[in-house]
Each structure stands twice: as structure tokens, then as C-alpha cells.
């Protein structure tokens, strides 16, 4: 029987509602499998070069993920003692550090008491309490809805002991996975929906692993900068902005703030706080001149402003899974978008005078 046009519309509305409702529905217990398939998607070109050399599909997907858990095992081995160190440390400095942010800020508190009046000193002491209340309110409301959403505790203990099972499996059926799905296309339409797909392939390879070189690479940058210049917890601020930046601006303007803060409270002059800036600064100049052209490239298909919003959009909607599947459906609209925005412009639509003739 021919299906007509608003039939198939129709349909697919259907598979994309449901399919939706069980992300929402079952979004507690994905993050294992997310994490495994991305996983699974980053390290698939290197079980296609071993493959090339005579390796089997198990064995290089078992070498591949047995080498990388064991370097991510020792990465944290190595760090956790150092991290642990910077903390005992900086808490045991707290109390020195809120003396000199007292001292710093008491020339500044006597030039208010000089020239404001006592009620206006209130009220502005009132009005910075209430907004501080309410950014503080807003941003633990947030994390919570992060944190509960997705069942974190649990979540953590799936990833240790379930993530390697379920990117051992995608790892080496991966191949088959794509093949198989691909025999499930609509004949009329594979053709043209698998151009598709290689093309958000394309630049899902281009942004995610390639993002990840370069949060790597920032991360082992600002915490070995950080650290050199002397300041308290720059190991650990250090990687913090580089792991997050793969949220553009984020990663780097918070990890300026906080570290621009630590370093006006660790030192009484501005020396610390100058070389701080000065890292955050040729930071900057080495991710948007050096690694993010060479390890991303500027043809990615995903603009930093719709980045930014599908991460916060899945963050909220669905928590962590949220944020894990928000780049690669942020490159599934984008690709979609200009197929669509492609086919109206063939259009007669577009274009009412298929004839060519220029109007009048």
C-alpha cells in the first residue's frame, strides 16, 4: 500500500516522540551506555587501523580499552595524591586567606562609610545578600537537578563496573551496529540518509575528538603553569578549566575568575595575580591560534553559541545523559537544518517561476 507524504511525516513524528519519552523516562540509568557508546564512537578509528594489520575486532577492541581504562587508572593514581595535597593544604590556609581579603577590602569598606549615608550602606548591604542568596539558591538548585536527575551515586558505580562491559561490546560490533541500521533504512531514501549520517559522522569526529585533544592539552597546560607560578590549588584549577572547556568560554573564564581570586587572597600584592592573568593569557592565544585550528578546524558545522545552548539545554532537560548526547543531537539538527534549508531553496517555494525567467 503507497504511503502518502503526511502518512511518513506522521510516522517519524511518532519514532522521534517516543523516543524522546523513553530518553526522559529512562534517563537515569543511560549515563553507563552513553558514556560506553562515546567511548566506544572516540577510540573506533584506532580498532579500524588495527583491524587493517590483521588484528580481529574482539582483540583490538579488547587491547584498545584494556590500554585505555589502565592509562586513565594511572592518570588518577598519579593526580589523586597531588589534588589531595593542594586541598589539605588550601584548607588549612583558609583562615590567612580571609584575613587578607578583610585587609584588602577595608580601605574600600571606610571610603562607602565616608561618603554613603548609614540607610544607604544598609540597603546595598541588603540588595548584595539578596542577590548573593539568589545566585547561590539558583546554582544549587541547578546542581541538584544535575546531580538527582541523574541518580548520581549509582551512576558512578555503573560507570566504574558497567561502562567498560558496554564499550567493549559497542567497540567491537560497531561495524555491524552501522551495517545493520543501515538495512533498516527506508530503501527509497538510504541513499540520501546515509549521506547524512556520514556527514554528521564527519563532524562528530571533527568536534568531539578533537575537542578532546584540546581539553586535554589545556588541561595540562594551566595546571603545570599554574603550578609553577606558586598558586594554591593550580593543579587542580588548572585542569578543572581545561577539562571544561570543552563548553566554549566557560572553562576559561571561570577558571580565570577562580584563580584570579585564589591569587589575590594567597598573595598581598599583585604579582601572583598578575602572572595568573598572564597564564589565562597565552592560554587563550594557544587554544584560538594553535590547537583548536589544528585539532578542530574551523569547518565543523557547530557555531560555539549552539554549542553553549545544547549543553545547557540537555543539562537541564535530562541531567549528565543530557549533556552527553547534547553534541551529537546539536549536529544532527544542524545537518538536518541545512539539508531542509537546501531542499526549500530547490524548491518551488523558493523559487515560484521554475522557468528561469527573470521578473518583472
Known amino acids: 500500500m503507497t504511503q502518502s507524504p503526511s502518512n511518513n511525516l506522521r510516522f517519524w513524528l511518532m519514532g522521534l516522540a517516543v523516543s524522546l519519552g523513553l530518553i526522559y523516562l529512562l534517563s537515569s540509568i543511560l549515563l553507563p551506555f552513553v ?4 567511548i566506544a564512537y ?12 590483521g588484528f580481529s575486532r574482539a582483540l583490538a577492541a ?9 592509562l586513565l587508572g594511572l592518570a588518577v593514581l598519579a593526580l589523586a595524591p597531588l589534588v589531595e595535597a593542594q586541598i589539605s593544604s588550601f584548607a588549612a ?9 578583610l585587609h584588602r577590602g577595608e580601605p574600600i569598606w571606610r571610603t562607602a562609610m565616608a561618603h554613603l549615608s548609614a540607610g544607604e550602606i544598609e540597603r546595598l548591604t541588603s540588595a548584595a545578600g539578596d542577590y548573593a542568596g539568589t545566585a547561590a539558591s539558583w546554582l544549587g538548585g541547578f546542581i541538584t537537578r544535575l546531580l538527582s536527575g ?10 566504574i563496573f558497567i561502562t567498560p562491559v558496554v564499550t567493549f561490546y559497542f567497540l567491537r560490533d560497531w561495524q555491524g ?4 541500521v543501515e538495512r533498516w533504512l527506508p530503501r527509497r531514501h538510504s541513499a540520501t540518509i546515509c549521506q547524512q549520517l556520514r556527514e554528521i559522522d564527519s563532524i562528530l569526529a571533527g568536534f568531539v575528538r578533537g575537542q578532546a585533544l584540546v581539553c586535554l592539552s589545556l588541561a595540562s597546560y594551566y595546571a603545570l603553569a599554574l603550578s609553577l607560578v606558586g598558586l594554591d590549588l593550580g593543579l587542580l584549577v588548572g585542569f578543572t578549566a581545561g577539562a571544561f572547556s570543552f563548553i566554549p568560554y566557560l572553562g ?20 601572583l595575580a598578575l602572572m595568573v592573568m598572564a597564564v589565562f ?3 587563550n592565544l594557544l587554544e584560538g591560534n594553535v590547537l583548536a585550528p589544528k585539532l578542530v578546524g574551523e569547518k565543523i558545522g557547530l557555531h560555539p553559541i549552539w554549542v553553549i545552548f545544547a549543553l545547557l539545554a540537555g543539562g537541564a532537560l535530562f541531567g549528565f545523559v543530557g549533556i552527553l548526547l547534547a553534541l551529537p543531537t546539536a549536529a544532527v539538527i544542524g545537518v538536518l537544518t541545512r539539508f531542509a534549508l537546501a531542499r526549500y531553496m530547490e524548491s518551488a517555494i523558493y523559487d515560484n517561476d521554475p522557468s528561469g525567467a527573470p521578473p518583472r
Not at 558514556?35 to 562515546?38: K, S
Not at 583558609?94 to 581579603?101: A, D, M, V
Open 42 to 53: 572516540f577510540l573506533d578509528p584506532l580498532a579500524q587501523r588495527l583491524g587493517r594489520i
Open 252 to 271: 576559561s573564564i571561570s577558571g580565570f575568575l577562580v584563580a584570579t581570586g585564589l591569587a589575590l587572597a594567597q598573595s598581598q600584592d599583585w604579582s
Open 177 to 180: 551496529i552501522t551495517t545493520r
Open 93 to 101: 590556609r583558609i583562615p590567612g586567606y580571609t584575613q587578607g581579603l
Open 150 to 159: 541523574s541518580l548520581m551515586v549509582v551512576n558512578i558505580l555503573s560507570l
Open 62 to 70: 579488547a587491547c584498545i580499552e584494556l590500554g585505555f581504562f589502565l
Open 35 to 38: 558514556a560506553g557508546m562515546a
Open 281 to 283: 593569557a597565552v592560554g
